[in-house]
C-alpha cells in the first residue's frame, strides 16, 4: 500500500474514533432529564419535640445558638433539648447515632459543611429531619436550602418551627489501587477528583479563620498550572469515555459562596447527580470557564462540560486526590459514585418566608 493511502487510512481511523467518542459523550450527556421538580416544604405536625443539638464548640455562635434553642424550647414547653459536642476527631457520626438513640424528633448541626455530612450520613432514611445553624466557612447545604446564613435566630427558628422537605444524598466509594485502602462516604453537596480536591488539601487553615471561604481562592491560584490527568469516565451503563481532566465533580446543588450558581438548573432532589468535567490547558481556558461560571452564558466551551448521572465510574492510573464537601478524603485510581434520592428530610423556611 502506498505511503499516502496508508496515511490516509489512519487519518480517516482515527478521526472516526474521535467521532465515535464525541457522540458518546453526547449521548450520556442527553440520558437523563430533571425528573421533578423542587420538592414542596411541609408544615410539622408535632406538639412537642425531642431536640438535640450537636455542635462544633469552636466555632463562633455555637453558645449564642444554645442560648436560643434553650429559651425557645422552654417558652414552647417541651423537653429540655439535649446538647453533644462534636470533637477533631468525630465531626458528628457518634453523636447523630446517640440523638437517634435518644429518641430525637429532630437533630440540630451547629457546625460547618463537615459536621453537616457527618450527622447527615447517619440519618439518612430515617425520617429524622436534620436541620442547620450555619456556623462554618462554606456553609454549603445551608445556602442551597436558602438559610440565611447570618441570621442564627432565624436559622434556630427555622430548625424548630420550619416546614420540611427531603432531598437527595451522594455517595462516594474509594479505592486506591497503590495502597488497597478503601472507603465509602456520603455527600450533601459536591465531591470530587482532581485539582478542586488539591486545592481543599492545600487551603490553610489560618487563611479561612480570617477570611473565610476567600481562602480556597488563594489556594487555588497556586494550582492553576498544572497537568491535565487521563481518566476513564463512564457514566450509568454506557461504555467509557477517556479523558483528560483538571477535576471532575459531582454536584448534589450547585450554589456556592459569593451567589455563584456553578451548576445553573441543579435540583437537590431529582435523583441526579450533575456531573462537571473540567479541563482547561492554559490561562485563557481558565478565563474562559470562570466567564461562563460567572456569567453564566449559554455558549458551549470545551474547557468545562455538563452531563447527568445516577452513578458513575471514574478510575486512574495513578492515584489522585478526592475531597466530599470540601473535606479531603485522600487520593484514589477508582471512585465510584451514585444518589440516593431524597434519602434525607431537612428543615427548611416556610415558602412564605421565602418571597
Same mark, same amino acid.
Given at each position: ?31 437523563? !432529564?430533571?425528573?421533578?421538580?423542587? &420538592? ?29 434553642? !434553650? ?18 476527631? &468525630?465531626?458528628?457520626?457518634?453523636? /447523630? ?39 462554618g466557612t462554606g456553609n ?56 478542586? /480536591? ?50 471532575v465533580l459531582f454536584a ?76 479531603? !478524603?485522600?487520593?484514589? !485510581? ?22
Amino acid at each position: 500500500m502506498p505511503t499516502e493511502i496508508f496515511v490516509i487510512v489512519i487519518v480517516v481511523v482515527i478521526v472516526l474514533a474521535v467521532a465515535v467518542s464525541w457522540l458518546g459523550v453526547r449521548k450520556l450527556a442527553q440520558k437523563h !432529564t430533571r425528573s421533578a421538580v423542587a &420538592d414542596s416544604p411541609h408544615k410539622i405536625h408535632l406538639a412537642k419535640q425531642q431536640v438535640v443539638f450537636i455542635y462544633n464548640p469552636t466555632k463562633s455562635g455555637a453558645e449564642a445558638a444554645k442560648t436560643l434553642i !434553650t429559651r425557645s424550647v422552654s417558652k414552647a414547653d417541651w423537653p429540655a433539648p439535649i446538647f453533644m459536642e462534636t470533637t477533631v476527631e &468525630d465531626p458528628g457520626y457518634s453523636m /447523630a447515632t446517640a440523638a437517634l438513640e435518644a429518641k430525637a424528633d429532630v437533630v440540630i448541626v451547629g457546625g460547618g459543611d463537615g459536621a453537616v455530612r457527618a450527622v447527615g450520613q447517619v440519618l439518612r432514611h430515617t425520617e429524622v429531619p436534620l436541620a442547620i445553624i450555619p456556623l462554618g466557612t462554606g456553609n454549603l447545604l445551608a445556602r442551597n436550602l436558602k438559610l440565611d446564613i447570618t441570621d442564627i435566630a432565624g436559622c434556630v427558628q427555622t430548625a424548630l418551627f420550619g416546614h420540611q422537605r427531603h432531598i437527595d444524598a451522594g455517595l462516594m466509594e474509594i479505592e486506591d489501587g497503590v495502597t488497597g485502602s478503601t472507603s465509602k462516604h456520603s455527600f450533601m453537596v459536591i465531591a470530587g477528583l482532581g485539582m478542586d /480536591a488539591d486545592v481543599m488539601n492545600d487551603t490553610r487553615s489560618k487563611l479561612k479563620e480570617h477570611v473565610g471561604w476567600l481562602a480556597y481562592s488563594e489556594a487555588g491560584l497556586r494550582h492553576l498550572a498544572g497537568p491535565r490527568k487521563k481518566v476513564s469516565i463512564a457514566l450509568d451503563d454506557e461504555p467509557a469515555q477517556q479523558r483528560k481532566v483538571r477535576s471532575v465533580l459531582f454536584a448534589n446543588c450547585g450554589l456556592l459562596p459569593g451567589g455563584i450558581d456553578f451548576v445553573p438548573g441543579a435540583l437537590i432532589d431529582d435523583g441526579v447527580l450533575d456531573v462537571v468535567v473540567i479541563s482547561p490547558r492554559s490561562a485563557f481556558g481558565w478565563m474562559a470557564m470562570a466567564g461562563k461560571v460567572v456569567f453564566q452564558h449559554k455558549n458551549h466551551l470545551p474547557v468545562i462540560d455538563f452531563y447527568r448521572s445516577q452513578k458513575l465510574i471514574i478510575r486512574t492510573v495513578m492515584p489522585v486526590e478526592t475531597q466530599i464537601d470540601g473535606d479531603p !478524603t485522600g487520593p484514589a !485510581t477508582c471512585v465510584k459514585v451514585s444518589v440516593e434520592n431524597k434519602a434525607v428530610l431537612v428543615r427548611v423556611a416556610s415558602p412564605d418566608a421565602l418571597l
